[in-house]
T-cell receptor, first 115, second 113 residues
């Protein structure tokens, strides 16, 4: 059974039109991540939540925002997508308790196309 | 800044050949180390992990990796590859006690029957 679920699997959006990607998890993990992966490149961390604490990477463009309304759901909002934002977006979770943290569990990803 | 280097972009082997994929990281403190595999059309899956203890770690499907602290390395090995091992392999590093997980660029492995 899928534990980290991303919807949709494929998303086509127009240049400049806001788009939201969603992620849900059944693991009850307290950490959720968003990564951007372009072709033949490493997954690049955009930001992550540790519970409700939001941690933005220094080089993540302001165009990218995130919301985590509860433990199970996390959203990636792209306010004005450009052609360079076309990529696979990966959601992942892990569980951190004290100084220990589990491995990350990944969803199937959402492939975003900007036209 | 923390970085992860994978030396091989694309490796092509015949079935039954031995495999070693290199991974080096830049962070000098306590680290958690991972190898993930991505089969065509599928999501990233954990192959193996190192948190502490025995530096030789065994994972699924006959893979193993060795943590060499002095070399900042965590190389992946398999003595005899199969066609079904064709996939992309990613090394990832996390600073101990942190949530941030940083990936290498990945190595594409093609195994010819």
């Amino acid at each position: 059974d899928a534990m980290v679920i991303q919807n949709p699997r494929y998303q086509v959006t127009q240049f400049g039109k806001p788009v939201t990607l969603s992620c849900s998890q059944t693991l009850n993990h307290n950490v959720m991540y968003w990564y951007q992966q372009k072709s033949s490149q490493a997954p690049k961390l955009l930001f992550h939540y540790y519970d409700k604490d939001f941690n933005n990477e220094a080089d993540t463009p302001d165009n990218f925002q995130s919301r985590r309304p509860n433990t199970s759901f996390c959203f990636l909002d792209i306010r004005s997508p450009g052609l360079g934002d076309a990529a696979m977006y990966l959601c992942a979770t892990s569980n951190r308790r004290g100084g220990l943290n589990t491995e990350a569990f990944f969803g199937q990803g959402t492939r975003l196309t900007v036209v | 800044a923390q970085s992860v280097s994978q030396h091989n972009h694309h490796v092509i082997l015949s079935e039954a050949a031995s495999l070693e994929l290199g991974c080096n990281y830049s962070y000098g403190g306590t680290v958690n180390l991972f190898w993930y595999v991505q089969y065509p059309g599928q999501h990233l899956q954990l192959l193996l992990k190192y948190f502490s203890g025995d530096p030789l770690v065994k994972g699924i499907k006959g893979f193993e990796a060795e943590f060499i602290k002095s070399k900042f390395s965590f190389n992946l090995r398999k003595p005899s590859v199969q066609w079904s091992d064709t996939a992309e392999y990613f090394c990832a590093v996390r600073q101990g006690g942190s949530e941030k997980l940083v990936f290498g660029k990945g190595t594409k492995l093609t195994v010819n029957p």
